[in-house]
């Protein structure tokens, strides 16, 4: 059967509960954290391997390249289970700040 949307479901707010509701979700909301520090402290994380394993200066930015496109891939790869609860999250959160600015 069809189930009537009301304007009362509509107006639920979503929380980060909703988003992270069962235990593979919330494996994929940490392989999302790891993601983003991966892509943003891959400069740093990769220098520090390079200088621990006595890497030249070329081996190290490819390190570090590589750091980055792992961390690529664990964003896009959480995203792809994640990916509509965390934009509807974000939208959300969105129009409850610009109802407060009005």
Do not use: H, W
Not at 12 to 32: G, S
């Amino acid at each position: 059967m069809l189930k009537k949307i009301t304007s009362e479901t509509q107006t639920q707010p979503r929380t980060f509960r909703d988003l992270v509701n069962t235990p593979f979700k919330k494996a994929m909301f940490v392989i999302q954290i790891i993601s983003y520090v991966l892509i943003v402290g891959s400069p740093v994380i990769g220098g520090l391997i390079g200088r621990m394993l006595d890497m030249n200066a070329a081996k190290t930015g490819g390190l570090i390249f590589g750091v980055f496109i792992a961390g690529e891939i664990l964003f896009y790869g959480s995203l792809a289970f994640l990916g509509k609860e965390v934009v509807l999250l974000v939208r959300d959160k969105f129009k409850a700040g610009f109802k407060r600015l009005k």
